[in-house]
Nanobody
Framework: QLQACGGGLVQAGGSMRLSCVVS????????IGWFRQAPGKEREAVSC????????YYADSVMGRFTISSDIAKNTAYLQMNNLKPEDTAVYYC????????????????WGQGTQVTVSS
């Protein structure tokens, strides 16, 4: 099971940290991904991390502003979001999976419930 939290309303330029607590799996065998879906748009990968080797992926749109990290001892992954923009407004989901590619959304088989992030201009 995955429990995502930390969303809310923030002004453009502000910061927010999302947390994803993972239970029921061996955290350090999995990849953790943050995905988002804005109204009328397809779900997209935002940032992913392979807890086995800490390799990461960032979408071009968030590169340099978002940072993904994981704390194996706490079975928790984080997404630190800085310099938020109105176009970052979306429902953010965390997901876990034993994937062959950390950006392969279809390979993530455990999903959290989503948390709303709203960035006002």
């Amino acid at each position: 099971q995955l429990q995502a939290c930390g969303g809310g309303l923030v002004q453009a330029g502000g910061s927010m940290r999302l947390s994803c607590v993972v239970s029921g799996v061996t955290f350090d065998d999995y990849a953790i991904g943050w995905f988002r879906q804005a109204p009328g748009k397809e779900r997209e990968a935002v940032s992913c991390i392979a807890t086995t080797d800490d390799s990461t992926y960032y979408a071009d749109s968030v590169m340099g502003r978002f940072t993904i990290s994981s704390d194996i001892a706490k079975n928790t992954a984080y997404l630190q979001m800085n310099n938020l923009k109105p176009e970052d407004t979306a429902v953010y989901y965390c997901a876990a999976g034993q994937v062959t590619s950390i950006t392969s959304m279809r390979e993530y088989d455990s999903w959290g419930q989503g948390t709303q992030v709203t960035v006002s201009s």
